[in-house]
Each structure stands twice: as C-alpha cells, then as structure tokens.
C-alpha cells in the first residue's frame, strides 16, 4: 500500500472542521433571525396640533388615531402597521408575549408593539421612550419610578404596577409617548402630570375592558380641533 493522500491522512480533522462550520453558521442564522424586529412600520406618526376645548372645558390630551384593527396572530408572525406608533392592530395572545407584563423594560430589554398593542385592547396604557433621550443613567431612573409617581386607573382603579408597562420604542417622533386605545400623547420630555392626565382622561376605555366599570369598546372621542387621521411621514 502506497503513501496515504493529504485527504486521507487529514480525513477526520476536515470533517470536524466542516461539520463546526455548518453548526456555527446556522447558529449565526438563527441569532440574527432572534435580532429582526417582529414588526415594522410603514411610516411615523407625525404629531398633531392640540385640540381646543369648548370654553370652560378641559382639553382632552393626546390625538385620536386611525383604527388598525385588533386581530390575535401567531407568536414570532411579522406584523406590518401602517403606523407607529402604533395604538390598535393586531398583536400577540400568548402569556408574557401580548399582554406583556406591566413593569418597567430597561433599554437593553426585548419588547415590541405585537406584545403591548394586547395591552391596550385591555384599556391599559403603554408609556414608550426612545434612545438616545431615555436611556442615560438620569433617563433611566426617571422612567423606572413613573409607575409610583401615576394614579391608578379611571374607571377600574387598578393599580399602574398592574396597567402602565413602560418599555423602549425607537419609532417615534418625539423622545416620549404615552398610548392607549386608539389615542397617543406625543411628549418632548417625561412629563409626569400630562401622563397622568392622558391616563385619567382616557384609560380603561379598550374594546376588551378589565373591570365591569369600563365599557367595551369606548374608545375615546376626538375633542374640539382633533384629527381622527394624524399626519404621517414614511418611515426610513
């Protein structure tokens, strides 16, 4: 028998090589997969002008947007919304997926409209903030004590610790919003009180309420002087 090829000799320590480069690339397919947003955005909501009040009355806050629907989809589905933020369309029904749980979500934490959308359908209110603004030291504080600084909600009394997640969302117009059922509060900075005005305004009023005191499907009217179609811009 003749001297054995470089092949040969070298047979086993190829096919290791190979069989590791096949299990490292589709451990790198499936990471990058995991990374793609679940969503995406057709455009960003622009920010309307206040409404104006009757004389005597107190305007209500925030503007009325279109509505997307409220279908449930399969969990890890790529939801397209024809708007974001969005305030209504379809979402998550998975436990911890859509609702998501009501508590405060660090910038480095994963959520996505597809899960707190579901919050809303439940009359709850989502307070969003954006990086780079919210997320410094100061911004993170700030928006981690929010939930104790909220009163509880209107028609239900629930408590913002159980109703009131506050996660990062980088599709905005502005550095802060606060979203319910078909309204959005756009703000340039935390402003405690209007958030809690918006949430006594208009919380609790999701098509599938909580509590026997919200009615189903009492979505906020559109004050004085607001748009039920908010202008848009097309997301990059």
């Given amino acids: 028998m003749g001297p054995r090829s470089p092949l040969e000799r070298y047979r086993t320590a190829i096919l290791g090589a190979v069989v590791v480069a096949v299990v490292a690339a589709g451990g790198a397919l499936l990471f990058l997969q995991a990374a793609q947003p679940t969503y995406a955005c057709d455009s960003i909501l622009a920010p309307a002008p ?4 009757a004389p005597g ?11 997307l629907g409220r279908a449930h989809v399969a969990t890890g589905e790529k939801i397209r919304y024809a708007f974001c933020p969005p305030t209504s369309g379809p979402h998550y029904n998975e436990t911890s997926d859509g609702p998501i749980p009501a508590r405060f979500y660090r910038a480095a934490d994963r959520t996505a409209p597809d899960g707190w959308v579901h919050n809303l359908e439940h009359g709850q209110m989502t307070v969003l903030y954006r990086c ?9 504080a700030a928006l981690a004590a929010l939930q104790a600084e909220l009163p509880p909600s209107p028609l239900c009394g629930f408590a913002p610790a159980t109703s009131v997640p506050v996660t990062r969302f980088d599709d905005l117009p502005t550095p802060y919003a606060a979203v319910v059922w078909g309204r959005v ?3 340039s900075t935390l402003d405690v009180p209007q958030i809690s005005t918006f949430w006594q305004q208009s919380g609790d009023r999701g098509p599938e309420p909580e509590c026997p005191n919200a009615a189903p499907g009492a979505s906020p009217s559109a004050a004085p002087g607001a748009s039920p179609s908010p202008a848009a811009t097309a997301a990059p």
């Fill in 185 to 187: 509060l756009f703000l």
């Fill in 132 to 140: 780079p603004e919210g997320c410094d030291d100061t911004a993170q």
């Fill in 50 to 53: 206040a409404a104006t009040a």
């Fill in 57 to 67: 009355a107190t305007p209500r806050l925030g503007q009325v947007t279109s509505d």
